[in-house]
């Protein structure tokens, strides 16, 4: 099962839209305190760093184990950074915010 | 407990199950192949066979044992691995259509990862687990995955994700086979061995000398007997496979059976029989001494007996070895196109001596002959310390006499000298030993062959001189005598001195014999003719004796006539008594009985 968020719209799943620039996809495996503290932290930095204009797909493994081979998933949770490319992994549970940032090329290496 | 219980319990003790790898050789050394349901560990150092190993496992498991298998490479994508193990004869893109076979390559490059937090691995197990449910795998192989090691940035987790991944893996009931990196001193660069302890593998791809060396170890095996010693393993186009080759013990079957060497003189050394069959001779001389001829002989006899023959030069290339022994007539190449003889050439510098000797051992075992022929033997030193060689030997020995396989091993005896230490000692080994030796006199290389050993017949102690010619080699008897023992063009001289010697020592005889025969001749004539003389003279002497008996008896008679006084002449009475000598002799018998009266 994959939920998207997006603040901009309430469009339903996979709407990309020309103009956004973050699509982002937190891969998790159940409602496990990981995964929940990941997707606060996620929403959170988005909130704070990206203006609104980001897209959030939350893909449950537990659901849909067949999508952990497209995107090369071992650690869980692992947020991927579509676009802007290049695509870019952070894995854990987003609560290092600098190292967020840096993986998210919002900060310089 | 009643001991009866007890013994029935350790009868009953459950055995550990095991699943059959289907790798040669593999499953011999461990009693059965691999833990069932649990995870085995494979070590060793880059290129040493991990992943070929892995992927045997799993092809084998799915075509022999209907077992699916999951490949979860951490280092090469599907393409890359089906293609590296179909140029040993696996074609797992077939496997992959029937689903017997997966392949799922787990990419994991730091550079594209930033830990950020809390986080397990359970993707992986997720990846895993639904991979194993689509083709309900049973064999599972995970290569290599300290690949981990490398890509994610916090090992502490890593550490107790993997202990949780074996424990997952055995949960699952898999077979599976977790490959890794040999460290320096421990068996894994990153400390596997410590979560997977049930089973561990070491493979070991050793250089000494530029020469390589395919070596295997059952370091640990809970639970289970095992061999424990390093056995040498191929990697070749019928993939992996491993040779137990350590003997067990001495209990091959003597054959009372014996077979022809082909050369009529050589069998008539041995009891006319020629070897015993299963035994091992060794033939060792110098450098062209024959010993490659002795060997066609063999095994042309063998083929023409319709017996398999496999013959492994490390000298010459077959062909020209068929065209060596053309020239001395035996034509190999007939038996080779038959299909009884076949040619295994190989450099001894190839591989290591273990390596070899797999080699062979899968070449006999795959041809089956009745006779092998190793070419020369003393080859394979070059590669390995005499020790080692001798090892080797032990083994190939024991193992042709096992399965009743004749074999001929020719060794080169360095320079003019005697058998040097290594066949010495190789010797004990060998139930006959042919020598063969250059005798070099006047100017002229010949060649001598001699018995020095053959076990269990009696054979001669005489040197034969080896000759080879168009027809094959032949034994002549060398000439041995108080010159000495010569052989070549001075055994036919000194034949020809002999039997000069001989036949003027005969004339001489003879004419003794007629010098006897004459004399013996002179003597009868002269015995002949005392024989005449004496009866001639015995004749006149009886003549006289008469006369002069008959005379006294006439004078006796005149006594007595006179005595009576009825003599009247006494002379005329003599010469009458003279003629009637006979009618007197009464008359003196009278006369006598007259005097006893008187």
């Known amino acids: 099962m994959a939920v998207n968020i997006n603040p901009a ?48 797909e939350i893909i449950d493994l537990l659901q849909q184990p067949q999508l952990a081979k497209g995107d090369q998933i071992l650690a869980i949770p692992t947020l991927v950074r579509k676009l802007p490319e290049p695509v870019r992994k952070i894995i854990g549970d987003l609560s290092q915010t600098e190292r967020v940032l840096i993986g998210l090329d919002l900060r310089p290496r | 407990m009643s001991p009866a219980k007890s013994l029935r319990r350790v009868r009953e003790r459950p055995q ?8 040669t050789g593999f499953d011999d050394i461990t009693g059965g192949g691999l833990p069932r349901g649990r995870p085995s560990l494979v070590s060793g150092t880059a290129g040493c066979g991990k992943t070929l190993f892995s992927m045997q496992f799993l092809v084998r498991g799915a075509i022999d044992f209907a077992e699916p298998g999951l490949f979860v490479s951490f280092e090469e994508n599907e393409q890359e691995l089906t293609q590296n193990v179909a140029s040993l004869g696996f074609d797992v893109a077939d496997l992959i259509k029937r689903r017997l076979l997966m392949i799922d390559f787990v990419r994991a490059e730091q550079s594209e990862i930033e830990e950020t937090g809390d986080h397990d691995l359970e993707g992986l197990f997720v990846r895993l687990g639904y991979a194993i449910d689509q083709i309900k795998a049973k064999r599972v192989v995970l290569d290599t995955i300290e690949a981990l090691f490398a890509a994610l940035p916090n090992e502490l987790t890593l550490r107790s994700e993997l202990r949780r991944l074996f424990r997952w893996l055995k949960d699952r009931g898999v077979t599976a086979i977790i490959t890794a990196e040999r460290g320096e001193g421990e068996f894994t660069r990153h400390g596997l061995e410590e979560y997977v302890s049930d089973c561990v593998i070491l493979l070991d791809h050793r250089v000494i000398e530029q020469v390589s060396t395919r070596r295997l170890r059952v370091v640990k095996y809970r639970g289970s007997f095992h061999g424990t010693n390093e056995y040498p393993f191929l990697i070749d186009e019928d993939g992996f496979s491993v040779l137990p080759i350590t003997s067990l013990g001495l209990d091959h079957q003597a054959s009372t059976e014996r077979m022809s060497t082909g050369i009529a003189q050589l069998d008539a050394m041995l009891e006319n029989k020629g070897f015993y069959r299963g035994s091992s001779t060794l033939v060792s001389g110098t450098s062209g001494s024959g010993k490659s001829s002795i060997a066609a002989h063999v095994i042309d006899a063998a083929c023409a007996r319709g017996e398999r023959c496999l013959y492994f030069p490390f000298e010459e290339s077959q062909p020209q070895i068929m065209r060596n022994m053309q020239s001395i007539g035996i034509d190999l190449a007939r038996w080779v196109s038959r299909g009884l003889l076949r040619f295994h050439p190989a450099r001894p510098h190839v591989y290591g001596l273990e390596t070899h000797l797999a080699m062979m051992l899968k070449q006999i075992s795959r041809f089956d002959p009745q006779v092998v022929v190793v070419d020369p033997i003393t080859n394979l030193t070059e590669v390995s310390s005499p020790l080692e060689s001798k090892a080797m030997l032990t083994r190939l020995v024991d193992y042709l006499k096992g399965n009743r396989i004749t074999a001929l091993f020719t060794s080169l005896t360095p320079g003019a000298q005697q058998a040097d230490m290594y066949e010495a000692g190789i010797s004990s080994l060998m139930d006959t030993w042919l020598l063969l030796r250059n005798l070099e006199t ?44 010569l052989t070549g063009t001075a055994r036919i001289v000194q034949e020809a001195q002999d039997k000069a010697a001989i036949l003027s020592a005969s004339n001489e005889i003879a004419e003794k014999q007629r010098a006897l025969a004459s004399m013996k001749d002179a003597m009868d004539a002269q015995i ?48 009458k008594g003279a003629k009637h000598g006979r009618q007197y002799q009464s008359g003196r018998d009278n006369g006598r009985a007259e005097r006893a009266r008187t």
Request: aromatic share 6%; glycine share 12%.
């Open chain 2, 528 to 575: 002949a003719t005392l024989h005449a003389r004496f009866a001639a003279e015995s004749s006149e002497l009886n003549t006289a004796i008469s006369e002069g008996l008959l005379a006294l008896a006439d004078q006796g008679n005149i006594l007595g006539d006179l005595r009576r006084g009825r003599a009247s002449n006494g002379s005329s009475s003599g010469k």
């Open chain 2, 442 to 485: 006047n100017g002229e290389r010949n060649r001598g062959l001699y018995v020095l050993k053959s076990r269990g017949m009696s054979h001669s102690n005489q040197i034969r001189e080896f000759v080879l010619t168009d027809r094959g080699a032949q034994l002549l008897d060398v000439y041995a005598g108080p010159a000495g023992v």
């Open chain 2, 16 to 23: 550990l199950k095991k699943v059959p790898t289907g790798i």
């Open chain 1, 9 to 56: 719209e309430t469009t339903g799943e996979q709407s990309g839209h020309e103009h956004r620039q973050w699509q982002l996809r937190l891969y998790v495996a159940g409602q496990t305190p990981k995964c929940l503290t990941a997707l606060a932290n996620l929403k959170k930095l988005c909130e704070e760093y990206m203006d609104g204009d980001y897209q959030i």
